[in-house]
């Protein structure tokens, strides 16, 4: 992916941290990630992002970022910061339905308008026909699962694959793991 | 009939006074409307917690016919009975009246609902709601069972064969994923 960031030092990351944990508990909970992220907005950053980051960069489970976590979380939210402006071409701090589908087409997708659409209804949270920096998260990361899961059974790779009920379930519930 | 901001309250027939006041006190802003996180302080599960977000969410969009986002008095009306019909079933199936339904009974749940899932599928289901205690409060019975009709209904259309198995597209695939999940 071209949207690398160099892993800053350890003294600015924990800089950084410092600033995050605010009941210098030592570990970096949902609220206080939520008010440090921003999505652009005066609107809090959306919580459903926030659980996704730390599900998946809380090694111990815990439901909190520790310091040695939380390195790779900055790399990460870095990294989709300089996508999502890559995207939002006329940098009006959100992306659009055609801006969607140009950051699609760039991650290797070939997605009907329809399709599109769909998504940008479902992740547009405040119903302006746009998706913000968090939803954009939710919204890639939602499309990265359901393709993982499509692909482990289109073994053939020609796009289509032919499975029982419960497989089925568990693939379009796997959004919510 | 009632499109702007002032309560609509029907001289006769319509919603009940109860209902209607409870709308009230659950419009905290008074606007005629409730938003999804006016219904969370309304709706409370079992151990004393609001109803989640995702519950509150479903809520409105099922009853949102207008598309607002929000639900007038007789939108919460039909909410109202709807949750009701749900938590009656719940309580059914709340043998030990915990106020958690644990796998033995979901399994049970489900299958007289007329669902056929194997014990490996309930278990999943559980563990996808409540990976740590392995049970599940009313709204997210809730939300489970909704999923599972409307996911259920997307892979009978496409089960030309009625053979239990469907073959489909990426696109398709995504399209009902997106379109039929909360």
């Given amino acids: 992916m071209a949207f690398q960031s160099p892993m800053p030092s350890r003294d600015f990351l924990m800089d950084i941290f410092r600033r995050v944990d605010k009941d210098r508990s030592g570990y970096i909970s949902a609220d206080e990630l939520q008010q440090a992220l921003s999505n ?46 890559s995207f939002d071409r006329d940098n009006s701090g959100n992306i659009d339905r055609q801006e969607l589908k140009n950051a699609l087409t760039a991650f290797g997708y070939r997605l009907s308008d329809e399709v599109v659409g769909i998504m940008v209804q479902k992740f547009d949270r405040f119903g302006r026909g746009t998706i913000l920096f968090d939803d954009f998260i939710q919204c890639c990361v939602t499309l990265y699962t359901l393709t993982s899961a499509f692909r482990q059974y289109d073994t053939d790779q020609d796009g289509v694959i032919t499975i029982h009920y419960e497989q089925f379930l568990k693939m379009v519930f796997g959004l919510k793991v | 009939m009632g499109h702007g901001p002032y309560p609509n309250i029907p001289i006769g027939g319509g919603v009940s006074p109860q209902v209607q006041q409870w709308f009230r006190a659950v419009d905290k802003d008074q606007s005629g409307f409730i938003t999804a996180a006016e219904l969370k302080g309304a709706l409370v599960n079992a151990q004393g917690q609001s109803f989640s977000d995702t519950a509150c969410n479903l809520m409105i969009g099922m009853f949102d016919k207008d598309r607002t986002g929000t639900i007038n008095v007789e939108e919460f009306d039909k909410l109202y009975t709807y949750v009701n019909q749900w938590l009656t079933v719940f309580k059914t199936y709340d043998v030990d009246q915990s106020g958690h339904i644990e796998e033995q009974e979901l399994s049970k749940a489900m299958s007289q609902m007329g669902f056929r899932f194997t014990p490996e599928f309930i278990n999943f289901l559980i563990k996808r709601s409540d990976p740590k205690d392995g049970r599940v409060s009313v709204d997210q019975f809730i939300v489970l069972c909704v999923q599972i009709q409307r996911f259920t209904e997307a892979f009978r259309v496409r089960d030309t064969q009625q053979n239990g198995t469907v073959t489909i597209a990426f696109e398709d695939f995504l399209n009902v994923a997106l379109s039929c999940s909360i």
Avoid at chain 1, 42 to 52: I, Q, S
Avoid at chain 1, 61 to 81: C, H, M, N, P, T
């Fill in chain 1, 40 to 85: 652009g907005t005066w609107n809090p950053f959306n919580p459903e992002t926030v659980r996704l980051m730390i599900g998946m960069f809380d090694k111990q489970s815990r439901g909190v970022i520790s310091f040695e976590d939380f390195g790779a979380l900055w790399k990460y939210v870095s990294e989709w910061q300089n996508c999502f402006r």
